[in-house]
């Protein structure tokens, strides 16, 4: 359980990612003075946010299963994996706004190496944890390359090798 509940904090990491790209979308609106003045990729990304909360309370309200263990003595849903969707949604569409913002080529090659190994290891980490199916992992996964894939070409923007 030790895993799980480190794998369970640092789920609040990319919380931190939307909550800065919000702040980031909130202070070009008001410098700029019209939402249509906002880049593309910020209000694409705000959209995605939106998508993927939608995605997590469809699942939380129509469970297609359940975790193998009780946590805290109940049954909670457990397809896809919550914390694997948010990581693999979050991370990646970071990196892209990360990689086009971050001019000093050291700088943002480290961060996006550690944001990539962050990613593996939470996704890694659900999975050792016990606290899923592995179906529920894959699917987690599965769900957030469809809607990554979907902000990508929404947004116009691209991941660039650094």
């Given at each position: ?111 996006l190496r550690v944001l990539a190994a962050f990613t593996a290891f939470m996704v890694v980490g ?37």
């Amino acid at each position: 359980m030790t895993v799980y509940m480190i794998t369970d904090w640092l789920g609040l990491v990319p919380l931190c990612f939307v909550l800065s790209f919000a702040i980031l979308g909130l202070v070009q609106l008001i410098r700029r003075r019209s939402f249509f003045q906002v880049d593309r990729s910020i209000l694409a990304l705000g959209g995605f946010y939106i998508l993927v909360m939608a995605a997590y309370l469809f699942f939380e309200r129509f469970a297609v299963n359940y975790r193998p263990v009780l946590i805290d003595g109940f049954l909670e849903a457990s397809y896809p994996s919550s914390t694997t969707m948010l990581v693999m949604c979050m991370i990646p569409t970071a990196m892209v706004q990360l990689n086009i913002r971050i001019r000093n080529k050291m700088i943002r090659k480290v961060i996006l190496r550690v944001l990539a190994a962050f990613t593996a290891f939470m996704v890694v980490g659900r999975l050792v944890s016990g606290v899923h199916w592995v179906t529920d992992i894959i699917g987690g996964v599965l769900l957030s390359a469809g809607l990554v894939m979907l902000y990508y070409s929404v947004s116009g923007l691209s991941f660039k090798e650094v």
